[in-house]
């Protein structure tokens, strides 16, 4: 994940446009940016579904539902595969 303009490749100062420098104005603005819709409502019920079936071990469960999960990337290959994708990479 960038945190500057400058490793993002923009230079708002410059005039750069698009959703690039959106990002970068946001970043030298606020110190972060929120990007919009990486996965899609099916993809997250597939990862939902995928960590709802963890077995006890690693897992905090909270009233029957996972709450936390020790090395999530690890125990989920679905998760691991999302992390790695170019989608959430990018």
Known sequence: MHTTAQEAGVNPSRGDHGVAADYA?????DGFA???PVIDAQQVEQ????????SGGGSV??????????S?????PE??????SPAVRS
Not at 72 to 76: F, V
């Open 79 to 84: 998760v691991r595969s999302l992390a790695a």
């Open 25 to 29: 104005r946001q970043l030298e603005a």
């Open 61 to 70: 469960r909270r009233q029957q539902s996972v709450y936390g999960v020790r």
């Open 47 to 54: 990862l939902r579904a995928a960590i709802g079936r963890l």
């Open 72 to 76: 999530l990337l690890e125990s989920c």
């Open 34 to 36: 929120v990007a919009g």
